[in-house]
């Protein structure tokens, strides 16, 4: 963008909706705040606007439980970054999490605080940021239907309702908050640089995702899919126990016929919702153990809850030493979790591995001449060694089923080495003289090898470059 202006012609995705009549930068905004990052080595640019856009979206999340008056509002923040590995090092990639994160936690405090007007410049730039511009609009929502929940509670009781009139005020800046996040988002989709194609873009997306809980033809990222079950407690766990223990005030003072604070039932209800989602796509821990420790610290903090069976006067002495163990817990387990997404982070395929072929096909075949892979996650490293070159799919494959579900069956037969001789569709589908692969791709490796219309023109201990021979 810093190169060739801030609209982009992107060749190299011909065979998706990512091809040039259709494209779209669902992360337009966010890749205008990378740009300041790009002179000098982008590796260490990329980085450097990762560790600044995680941590502004962790102090964002500081700020809404220190401003709110939530007691230990650091402790709270090191729960956020304890509660899960996964959280930890997908924070720190070079996407938008972190910045979608403070923008979630703004529309939530302008929903709980009835400063809805504030929701039209955050839905705006929600739009522009990510295509998971919705969660926007899930915040006042939280906020009507916690005061709803509410009524309803109260309706049984003359002491409940009593307490829901002084609460029923709440309602209308509650509504109007929806009015405001709705008209933000239009208004973000509407003056896109590539309107109307990424909404085109975004319902493309997100609308196959959709169909997760039943078996896809198309296999997807992993991070769609649910958490193994091996793996579901240290990530999830902590995250659970969080909401677990902030549902409990909300008990006792209903216990004590008192109407909980609507605004912790409804960061419960956001909480809770990306719970579930979690339990179901993986990628939603991104956003999980923040709402998590928000809401329990809020509940905590605004209930004025005074524990059944203990003299008031005893708190204090409790706290002093409740504190410290909470804390201690926090720091062990903040030290493991950063332990574990190092290692976690480590076991990322290296970014160096393609780069002696991609060198090679920059330097060895036409500008633009399209290249053929068996894995459609090879295309971002391939990218970032090689923009000479044209490519098939990439960042997911259903860009392709969308695009051709034909072609698409055929790439894959072809991927999983099926198919006896492969330069023929190879050339004459896919127009692809040449081809990269990982030697660890053995059945596709070995279905081109035994090909003789195959040529091996280059090779590392990892990678391999094939030329389809010219007709004589």
Same mark, same amino acid.
């Given at each position: 963008?810093?190169?060739?202006?801030?609209?982009?012609?992107?060749?190299?995705?011909?065979?998706?909706?990512?091809?040039?009549?259709?494209?779209?930068?669902?992360?337009?905004?966010?890749?205008?705040?990378?740009?300041?990052?790009?002179?000098?080595?982008?590796?260490?640019?990329?980085?450097?606007?990762?560790?600044?856009?995680?941590?502004?979206?962790?102090?964002?999340?500081?700020?809404?439980?220190?401003?709110?008056?939530?007691?230990?509002?650091?402790?709270?923040?090191?729960?956020?970054?304890?509660?899960?590995?996964?959280?930890?090092?997908?924070?720190?990639?070079?996407?938008?999490?972190?910045?979608?994160?403070?923008?979630?936690?703004?529309?939530?405090?302008?929903?709980?605080?009835?400063?809805?007007?504030?929701?039209?410049?955050?839905?705006?730039?929600?739009?522009?940021?990510?295509?998971?511009?919705?969660?926007?609009?899930?915040?006042?929502?939280?906020?009507?239907?916690?005061?709803?929940?509410?009524?309803?509670?109260?309706?049984?009781?003359?002491?409940?309702?009593?307490?829901?009139?002084?609460?029923?005020?709440?309602?209308?800046?509650?509504?109007?908050?929806? +009015?405001?996040?709705?008209?933000?988002?239009?208004?973000?989709?509407?003056?896109?640089?590539?309107?109307?194609?990424?909404?085109?873009?975004?319902?493309?997306?997100? $609308?196959?995702?959709?169909?997760?809980?039943?078996?896809?033809?198309?296999? +997807?990222?992993?991070?769609?899919?649910?958490?193994?079950?091996?793996?579901?407690?240290?990530?999830?766990?902590?995250?659970?126990?969080?909401?677990?223990?902030?549902?409990?005030?909300?008990?006792?003072? $209903?216990?004590?016929?008192?109407?909980?604070?609507?605004?912790?039932?409804?960061?419960?209800?956001?909480?809770?919702?990306?719970?579930?989602?979690?339990?179901?796509?993986?990628?939603?821990?991104?956003?999980?153990?923040?709402?998590?420790?928000?809401?329990?610290?809020?509940?905590?903090?605004?209930?004025? $809850?005074?524990?059944?069976?203990?003299?008031?006067?005893?708190?204090?002495?409790?706290?002093?030493?409740?504190?410290?163990?909470?804390?201690?817990?926090?720091?062990?387990?903040?030290?493991?979790?950063?332990?574990?997404?190092?290692?976690?982070?480590?076991?990322?395929?290296?970014?160096? +591995?393609?780069?002696?072929?991609?060198?090679?096909?920059?330097?060895?075949?036409?500008?633009?001449?399209?290249?053929?892979?068996?894995?459609?996650?090879?295309?971002?490293?391939?990218?970032?060694?090689?923009?000479?070159?044209?490519?098939?799919?990439?960042?997911?494959?259903?860009?392709?089923?969308?695009?051709?579900?034909?072609?698409?069956?055929?790439?894959?037969?072809?991927?999983?080495?099926?198919?006896?001789?492969?330069?023929?569709?190879?050339?004459?589908?896919?127009?692809?003289?040449?081809?990269?692969?990982?030697?660890?791709?053995?059945?596709?490796?070995?279905?081109?090898?035994?090909?003789?219309?195959?040529?091996?023109?280059?090779?590392?201990?990892?990678? $391999?470059?094939?030329?389809?021979?010219?007709?004589?």
């Amino acid at each position: 963008m810093r190169e060739h202006g801030p609209r982009l012609n992107f060749p190299w995705l011909q065979l998706t909706i990512l091809n040039p009549e259709r494209y779209a930068d669902h992360h337009y905004l966010f890749h205008v705040l990378q740009v300041p990052f790009t002179f000098g080595d982008t590796r260490t640019g990329a980085k450097m606007a990762s560790v600044l856009f995680a941590t502004l979206g962790l102090y964002i999340s500081y700020l809404f439980l220190a401003r709110n008056h939530v007691r230990f509002p650091v402790l709270w923040t090191v729960a956020m970054l304890a509660a899960s590995q996964t959280f930890l090092w997908r924070q720190s990639m070079a996407r938008p999490q972190g910045i979608f994160l403070g923008l979630m936690v703004l529309g939530t405090w302008a929903a709980l605080t009835k400063r809805p007007i504030f929701l039209i410049p955050i839905g705006w730039a929600a739009v522009w940021v990510f295509d998971g511009f919705p969660f926007i609009l899930a915040m006042p929502l939280a906020a009507v239907g916690a005061l709803l929940l509410l009524w309803l509670v109260s309706r049984p009781s003359i002491d409940l309702r009593e307490q829901w009139q002084a609460r029923s005020s709440d309602l209308r800046p509650a509504l109007q908050g929806c +009015v405001a996040a709705a008209l933000g988002i239009a208004l973000g989709l509407v003056t896109h640089p590539y309107f109307p194609r990424h909404l085109e873009f975004v319902l493309l997306h997100l $609308l196959p995702k959709a169909q997760l809980g039943i078996d896809l033809d198309v296999r +997807v990222g992993g991070e769609w899919y649910p958490f193994p079950d091996n793996a579901f407690p240290a990530r999830v766990g902590p995250s659970i126990a969080l909401c677990v223990f902030g549902l409990l005030p909300s008990i006792f003072q $209903l216990w004590r016929r008192q109407l909980p604070d609507w605004r912790g039932v409804a960061l419960g209800g956001i909480a809770i919702g990306l719970l579930g989602m979690t339990i179901r796509s993986q990628r939603i821990i991104e956003y999980l153990p923040p709402f998590a420790a928000l809401f329990c610290g809020w509940s905590w903090a605004r209930t004025g $809850l005074v524990l059944p069976g203990l003299p008031a006067h005893r708190i204090p002495g409790i706290t002093r030493w409740v504190v410290p163990l909470v804390c201690l817990i926090a720091t062990a387990g903040l030290i493991w979790t950063i332990d574990r997404a190092r290692a976690e982070a480590r076991g990322a395929p290296h970014f160096q +591995v393609p780069r002696p072929a991609a060198d090679w096909l920059a330097a060895n075949t036409p500008p633009g001449s399209r290249v053929f892979f068996p894995a459609f996650d090879d295309f971002p490293r391939l990218f970032y060694w090689n923009t000479h070159n044209t490519y098939l799919l990439g960042l997911d494959p259903t860009y392709m089923t969308l695009y051709d579900p034909q072609l698409f069956t055929i790439w894959r037969e072809l991927s999983q080495g099926r198919v006896t001789s492969p330069s023929g569709p190879i050339k004459d589908l896919f127009g692809a003289e040449y081809v990269y692969a990982e030697r660890r791709r053995t059945a596709f490796v070995k279905s081109v090898s035994e090909d003789p219309n195959f040529q091996e023109v280059f090779s590392t201990p990892r990678t $391999l470059v094939f030329r389809i021979r010219p007709v004589s």
